[in-house]
C-alpha cells in the first residue's frame, strides 16, 4: 500500500461548482497535513496547513482531516478558471532531527471550465 | 513577500558531467531542502539541511549528490557524475525553524539530462 494515495484526475468542473479533492494516507506517525497547489512548471505553494483532526477554513479553502480514517480533502467552493492547477497533498512526521520531510501525493489535475 | 529563487530555470547538461543547482532560501529560514520530480510523478524529498549540515536525506540521495551553504544566502545541490535518470525537476524550500509546518518552494531547475 503506498503511503500517500491521491486520485490524479484530471477533474474537469464548470466555473462555480464546489470542489472535492481527496488524499488517504497509511502512516500513522502522520501528523501534519497540507493542500499545495502547483501550476505547470511551478513550484509548489502551500495552500492550507493543518495540525488536528477537524476542519479549517480560508476564504474559499476548507481543509478537512479525519485522523481516525486516514483521509484528508481540500474543499474548494465558487472555483474559478484562476484555480485550475495540480493540487498537491502531503503529509509529515516529526522528524527526529528535526526539520520537515513531506510525502506528497501524486496531485489531482483539475480545470475549472467557464 | 519573500521567496525562495533558484537558478538556473534550465540546465541541460551531458550524462556523466557535474552540476550544480542554486537556491536562494528566504532570508530568516534556517531549515533549507531539495525535493524533485520527475516528470509525471510524484515530488519527492531528497535531503533537508540544518545549521550546516544535512539533517535527514533519502535513499536517492547517494554519494553523487551533495550540498552546502557555501555562504549566508546561497544554497547549492551538487551532482557530482550525471545519469540520465537524473533528469527531473529539482526544487529548493526553506523553513522558518525546525518545527514549522510550512515550507516555501521556489520555482525549481529543470534538469535534463542527454
Known amino acids: 500500500q503506498k503511503e500517500v494515495e491521491q486520485d490524479p484526475g484530471p477533474l474537469s468542473v464548470p466555473e462555480g461548482a464546489i470542489v472535492s479533492l481527496n488524499c488517504t494516507y497509511s502512516?500513522?506517525?502522520?501528523?501534519?497535513f497540507m493542500w499545495y497547489r502547483q501550476y505547470s512548471r511551478k513550484g509548489p505553494e502551500l495552500l492550507m496547513y493543518?495540525?488536528?483532526?477537524g476542519n479549517k477554513e480560508d476564504g474559499r479553502f476548507t481543509a478537512q482531516v479525519d485522523k481516525s480514517s486516514k483521509y484528508i480533502s481540500l474543499f474548494i467552493r465558487d472555483s474559478q478558471p484562476s484555480d485550475s492547477a495540480t493540487y498537491l497533498c502531503?503529509?509529515?512526521?516529526?522528524?527526529?532531527?528535526?526539520?520537515?520531510?513531506?510525502?506528497f501525493g501524486t496531485g489531482t489535475q483539475l480545470k475549472v471550465e467557464l | 513577500e519573500p521567496e525562495v529563487t533558484q537558478t538556473p530555470s534550465h540546465q541541460v547538461t551531458q550524462m556523466g558531467q557535474e552540476v550544480i543547482l542554486r537556491c536562494v532560501p528566504i532570508?530568516?529560514?534556517?531549515?533549507f531542502y531539495w525535493y524533485r520530480q520527475i516528470l509525471g510523478q510524484k515530488v519527492e524529498f531528497l535531503v533537508s539541511?540544518?545549521?550546516?549540515?544535512?539533517?535527514?536525506k533519502s535513499e536517492i540521495f547517494d554519494d553523487q549528490f551533495s550540498v552546502e551553504r557555501p555562504d549566508g544566502s546561497n544554497f547549492t545541490l551538487k551532482i557530482r557524475s550525471t545519469k540520465l535518470e537524473d533528469s527531473a525537476m529539482y526544487f529548493c524550500?526553506?523553513?522558518?525553524?525546525?518545527?514549522?509546518?510550512?515550507?516555501?518552494f521556489g520555482s525549481g531547475t529543470q534538469l535534463s539530462v542527454l
Open positions: 502531503a503529509m509529515s512526521a516529526i522528524l527526529t532531527g528535526g526539520g520537515n520531510k513531506l510525502t
Open positions: 502512516n500513522s506517525a502522520f501528523q501534519y
Open positions: 532570508s530568516n529560514h534556517l531549515y
Open positions: 539541511f540544518y545549521n550546516n549540515e544535512i539533517s535527514e
Open positions: 524550500a526553506s523553513s522558518q525553524d525546525r518545527d514549522d509546518e510550512k515550507l516555501f
Open positions: 493543518t495540525y488536528s483532526s
